[in-house]
């Protein structure tokens, strides 16, 4: 069982900026997804067991950065220049063995996060 204690989030405004962190009990891949009331679980951002390698949501790239401190297995997310449309709940997501890529679907996600809420007002 991995534990993941995820922190960050709440209201923000557009423009703002936001970070959010996860800790797992132990070294992983890692990664975050969000979802939005009546959209499935999308891939946000992941960084591979190391903390060398980002991948990225396309349409995130630009805004969004993920970065890993490998001495306290937690993983960053810094949310730059928020939008509305990014108002969703993050979710923290492990995998034991593979990598999370942007191909990653939801049910391959070994251990989630219990998630946290993002509200951007414009």
């Known amino acids: 069982q991995v534990h993941l204690v995820e922190s960050g989030g709440g209201l923000a405004q557009a423009g703002d900026s936001l970070r959010l962190s996860c800790t797992a009990s132990?070294?992983?891949?890692m990664g975050w997804f969000r979802q939005a009331p009546g959209k499935e679980r999308e891939f946000v951002a992941a960084?591979?067991?190391?903390?060398?390698?980002?991948y990225y949501a396309d349409s995130l790239k630009d805004r969004f950065v993920i970065s890993k401190d490998n001495a306290k297995n937690t993983i960053y997310l810094q949310m730059n220049s928020l939008k509305p449309e990014d108002s969703a709940v993050y979710y923290c997501?492990?995998?034991?063995?593979?990598?999370?890529?942007?191909?990653?679907?939801?049910?391959?996600?070994?251990?989630w996060g219990k998630g946290t809420l993002i509200t951007v007002s414009s």
């Open positions: 960084v591979n067991r190391g903390g060398g390698t980002q």
């Open positions: 997501a492990v995998t034991l063995i593979k990598v999370i890529t942007p191909k990653t679907k939801p049910p391959e996600v070994d251990f």
């Open positions: 132990g070294t992983y891949p």
